[in-house]
């Protein structure tokens, strides 16, 4: 087993997603086959619309509604209640691993080292088989709770829980892209803008401009393009309001940055973190 085993990064290239895509994580979609219709004029067994209505017809359905009605008539029964939703059953191995390592696989995933598969083996050979192993690390690193450490940025760990290195851009655009798109199907709203923001985030946390953070993500499809396109036009108009906001703060007079806050009603942690991203820009790299 190789890394991507155990990472969502190395899934095909994930484009854009449409307004309502099928989820991955519960792959489920629905169908809205409709019957097929008899022909009109087929034999179905009924009366088709060349015979002649049968006498009493048109009142047959209201006798029936009334005899159903009466006392001591035997009534249809009532639908069965909807069986309880089955809960998802968690692989055996994982748990295994939540006892073993509840620092990563506990009530708190962690994104994993590379190679964490292999550790795992030469660590535990008796306990853990090989292929067994292989299905359940593929079930963590899909799993939405994985994706959202990877997602969040958080550094990969090896078995011991010691940070071993960052998580690649890459891996962290495509767990926010996955993410969106599980969750869009789940719901009327429009989550787009959310996904945008927190794309701009992701591509300020790798300190790519466009064209190095497009090599690197390795996305190339149309759709995928145009998510990337919109995702730094929002990165450049959040560039300029901080660079208007610095220009105001210098143009303004006062002497630190609370009191500058305050003058407009604005947070003061929120307005230092804001000009000190405006500041860091004007810096040549």
Known sequence: MTDHDVTPEARPEMAAP????AAADAPASTRGDRPIQPEAGADTGTDGPSRKRRRGGRNRGRTEARDAAAPGAVRAPAPAATAPRRERQVHPLLEKLATL?????GARF?????GIYEALLERHPEELPKEELKIAMGLHARSGRYLEAIAARHPRHNLEGEVVEPVAPEHVHHAIVELFRRRQSRTQDDLRPQLIARLV???DASGLEREAYTEQVRVSQPQALALLDE???????????????????EASGQPTVEAFAEMYGMNPGETQRLLAQAKKARTPA
């Open 231 to 249: 995702a730094f036009a929002e990165r450049g108009r959040r560039a300029a309001k901080r660079e208007a906001l610095l220009r105001a703060f």
């Open 18 to 21: 449409p307004a309502t895509p």
């Open 101 to 105: 390592y509840p620092h990563l696989f």
């Open 201 to 203: 985030d992701a591509i």
């Open 110 to 114: 962690l994104p994993l080292q590379r």
